[in-house]
């Protein structure tokens, strides 16, 4: 079993920056596919960023400002945003998967954290 834990959310301005971690227990992240999600109200849950060390995966509307992480030695993963967007409000969820293939479907990732709000004012 794989427990996740993710923080840093909280209420930036627009421009601003925020980090979010991903702490695993249980095991560590080697061998596991890890992404974010993020979830606005009355939206489905999309693909954020991901890792599959080495290997790294971003959605079009992050790619340039959100970069993902994994540091082995506090077996956490880490999502650094810069240029917050009111339209990145939502809830951002840590989800990881064994498995050599890295998806961006959240219907296969076995693994999921509780969540943390990031709202981004205008």
């Known amino acids: 079993q794989v427990q996740l834990v993710e923080s840093g959310g909280g209420l930036v301005q627009a421009g601003g920056s925020l980090r979010l971690s991903c702490a695993a227990s249980g095991r560590t992240f080697t061998g596991y596919a890890v992404a974010w999600f993020r979830q606005a109200p009355e939206k489905e849950r999309e693909f954020v960023a991901g890792i599959l060390y080495p290997n790294t995966y971003y959605a079009d509307s992050v790619k340039g400002r959100f970069t993902i992480s994994r540091d082995n030695a506090k077996n956490t993963v880490s999502l650094q945003m810069n240029s917050l967007r009111p339209e990145d409000t939502g809830v951002f969820y840590c989800?990881?998967?064994?498995?050599?293939?890295?998806?961006?479907?959240?219907?296969?990732?076995?693994?999921w954290g509780h969540g943390t709000q990031v709202t981004v004012s205008s």
């Open positions: 989800a990881a998967r064994s498995g050599p293939i890295f998806t961006r479907n959240p219907l296969v990732y076995s693994y």
